[in-house]
């Protein structure tokens, strides 16, 4: 190909809501029912939009090759090939030898009456080159695990990097509900399917999100089809954050910062935005807390107190001065502490130790205080038990702390299989809330939040690869404490901070270490009109 894809537009925070196939199908089968829209019209929007992605990214016609499945995603390809051959470009078309449902069936044959359709083989996908290969082969509808040639075929496009892939929905092969590819390992693999550009439709799917579909979607972009007032019509909707959606600007919800307009609302004195409580652990242990106190601070708390041993006071007594320090020696000093209501949010956990951290739950959830528990205290729940905690409470795991508490969920979410969908993060995560009655962050790239109500939201930032550095994770716990002590609901003040995290990481950029991204957060905060 003579041009390469441009990613249009800048980097750019996109807040979706997220479907999952279930509930994807659901709503089309609303709007088909209603009379107002055909399945043919939905399949005519989804190509065509596919189609107008390419022209746009590739405006001089070339060379295409589009697969076409045997279900309505292979629909949407004959649907695409119209278009570009409309457009200039020359086409070959292959096609699976079965007869589809009638919407694609319809499309076949409208293509059919235009051009040729060879078989989809391997032979076939080997014989010429094209600039541009288009994936129609599985969409939402993939059930299990691709065998025999079109395993192959996959196989081949995935070891293919000459060819610049566009997928329709997905990359053949992913199971949009989780992320992961059907009977494959849950780890990157090199021939994988990865797109330049995927199209998918209405809106993201879990699996666009997480785990190998981001690095496998490549741009992606939300093609409105028209489903909108079908989809606003359902409840409980599962929020997305990815940095670089493509989604019409009309259709993005109120989400993101909005959270933090309650916040803000009105002056106010210093108690008013919130006291926040950093415990922190024994002598020569204390640069975790203060990470996240200072990143507490900077997260718009009106006070922050440091609370070390008072043997471990002396290590704290340089900068920031705005940092208020208490010596809280045990469970007793903690418990009377807390009978101080203005304060507001609590850490545990980061550098504290864990039988200091074990010590202090007690008291700490007694209180019934908003916090966040991290690190140590995580661990210390391990030995515990994760059961008897609170909806104010986030428990804030990375991957290896989450297998420790939940040993079972991490093993099911290590697993792969022949079927879909793959028991996901979101499933783990959700599970997880429910059962220790906490606001669960799952940490990652692709960072799940589930409250025990089953509310969710995932944040995902796969363009931040320097944002795994020591401490960054204390960072994370102090900015979602600082939301929590100026009044931000636990699931809120857990996404919005996952969200001014990375976004502090993308406005730094590669050298980052964690120091760097407290002092990020009044740039990012102004970048974002918070
Ligand atoms: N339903 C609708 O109204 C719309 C659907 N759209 C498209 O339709 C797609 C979903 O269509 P479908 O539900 O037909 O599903 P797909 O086209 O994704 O594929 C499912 C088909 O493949 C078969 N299949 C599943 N796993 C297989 C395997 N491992 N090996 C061989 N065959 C396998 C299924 O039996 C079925 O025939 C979406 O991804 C999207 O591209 C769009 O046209 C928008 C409108
Ligand atoms: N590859 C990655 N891309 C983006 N963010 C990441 C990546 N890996 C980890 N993170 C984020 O970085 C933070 C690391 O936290 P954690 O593992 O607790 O580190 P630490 O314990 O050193 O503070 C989390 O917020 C996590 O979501
Ligand atoms: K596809």
Known sequence: MRQSAQKTGSLRMGWAEVLTTARMRAIEAAAMASGAVSGAELMERAGAAVAGAIRLRWPRPGRALVLCGPGNNGGDGYVVARHLAQAGWRLR????????????????????????????????????????????????????????????????????????????????????????????????????????????????????????????????????????????????????????????????????????????????????????????????????ARLAARAALRAGAGLVTLGPPRAALIEHSGPPDALMRRGVDDADALAALLADARISAVVLGPGCGVERAAALLDPLLAAERPCVLDADAVTALAARGPGGLHPACVLTPHQGEFARVFPDLAAKLAETSPHGPFYSRIDAAREAAARSGATLLLKGPDTVIAAPDGQLRIHSAFDVPWLATAGAGDVLSGIIAGLLARGLAPLDAAATGALLHAAAARRFGPGLIADDLPDMLPAVLRDLGA
């Open 93 to 288: 078309v292959l096609g699976m030898d079965n007869t589809p449902g009638p919407d694609a069936a319809l499309m076949k044959q409208r293509w059919a009456a235009i051009g040729a359709i060879a078989p989809l083989t391997l032979d076939q996908l080997r014989r010429k080159p094209a600039d541009l290969c288009v994936d129609a082969i599985f969409g939402t509808g993939l059930t299990r695990a691709p065998k025999g040639e079109i395993a192959a075929i996959l196989a081949h496009l995935g070891q293919d990097r000459a060819t610049e892939l566009v997928a329709v929905d997905c990359p053949s092969g992913l199971c949009l509900d989780s992320g992961g590819f059907l009977g494959r390992p849950r780890e990157a693999a090199t021939d994988e399917l990865r797109a330049r550009l995927t199209v998918a439709f209405d809106s993201p799917k879990p699996g666009h999100l997480l785990e190998r579909g981001p690095d496998c979607c490549g741009e992606l972009v939300i093609a409105d089809i028209g489903l909108r007032r079908w989809r606003e019509a359902a409840v409980a909707p599962m929020i997305g954050v990815a940095p670089s959606f493509d989604i019409p600007d009309s259709r993005r919800p109120a989400h993101g910062t909005a959270a933090l307009d309650k916040a803000r609302a009105g002056g106010g004195h210093k108690f008013t935005h919130g006291h926040a409580l950093v415990l922190a652990g024994g002598f020569g242990h204390g640069g975790a």
